[in-house]
């Protein structure tokens, strides 16, 4: 599909490194999402890391729960058992892994460990999206006028940057028309690091990430009117094979002193017509999605960037680390206040059904 005009497409092999930078800069000071092509991994790769995805949550619930996640996010998290919103369970399930090239007591599944061909893809798949994350970081820079390794200096790799292989399960025509208004995929969020990169299936992958936008930003024409600016949801474009997503979290945000915006974003499932219902007789097909978080080291502090790339220095600014714990302790706390009784919930079956 082509890509919509609100949400910019970078080519990272032409133009120079300048004006790509003044591209990102706009985009980022916007919307807060750019797409990129011609860059980060082989499309080859993405792709062997959907069909690697898809193994892994094909497993039995038993042997996915050997791997369930502990405090510190990485590992398998179940269905309904994260709340990026207010008030909503997110209908998919993760498999995440921090660290995964550096040293780690992180047990790796089966299908990956036991696979010498799906492990060398992981491990090649993390190390390209953690140089193209390097590059964007040094055009993040050129664009505030710093030395480009203002912001890569602060990430060593491996050390906080995760990935996580995300899967939205499919629905039965009968669920998919029986969904209420509490159920979504993902709730409304920001990211809390520097930048996400987000990788989603170029053929036959499936729409629902929607970004929220002032009205400005969408339609151009509206800035010249004297009405108050209001916000909208956006649906965010599935990039051409081998592009991705990029956005910017809460900690790129306060570093550059909201320059860079980190923008609300959710996955929503998709609302046909009672009548598209009927005519699909498979229902709602799965969705999976490939996310690389990027984190700076936990002691890097978010001293605020001044225009002209000067560093105000006169304030306490808070630390990674600090704003990674902070959003982590609200996210738990956020979860543990929703009820259970959604309308959507495993069923004793081991698929996922919706209950009344």
Known sequence: MSLPSVIPTIDLASDSPQRQAELIKHALGSVGFFAVVNAGPHAEDVEAMFDHSKTFFDLPMKEKEVYLAGKSGSGYTKLLSQALGEGKRDHKETFSYGKYCAKTKQE????FKEDEVAHETIKRFYQDCHDVSERLMELFALALELPREHFRQSHSFGLNTAMSLIHYPALEPEEQKRLSEMDIRAGEH??????TLLFQQSTG?????QVNLPRSAI???FASTDAKDTFAWYPAPIPPRGGFLVNVGL?????????????LHRVIFPSPSEEEIKAAQEGLADRYT????????DDVAFQPILPGGKIDTSVRAITSG??????LRESMNRFKDIPTSTTVAENTAGGYGIVA
């Open 322 to 327: 600090e704003l990674f714990d902070s959003k």
């Open 219 to 221: 339609d151009p024409s």
């Open 251 to 263: 900690g790129m945000e306060l570093w550059s002193s909201g320059m860079y915006r980190a923008t």
């Open 205 to 209: 992958g499936q729409p629902g990430l």
């Open 190 to 195: 920001k990211d809390w690091g520097t930048m």
């Open 290 to 297: 490939l996310a690389f978080f990027v984190q700076p080291d």
């Open 108 to 111: 790796v599944p089966p299908p």
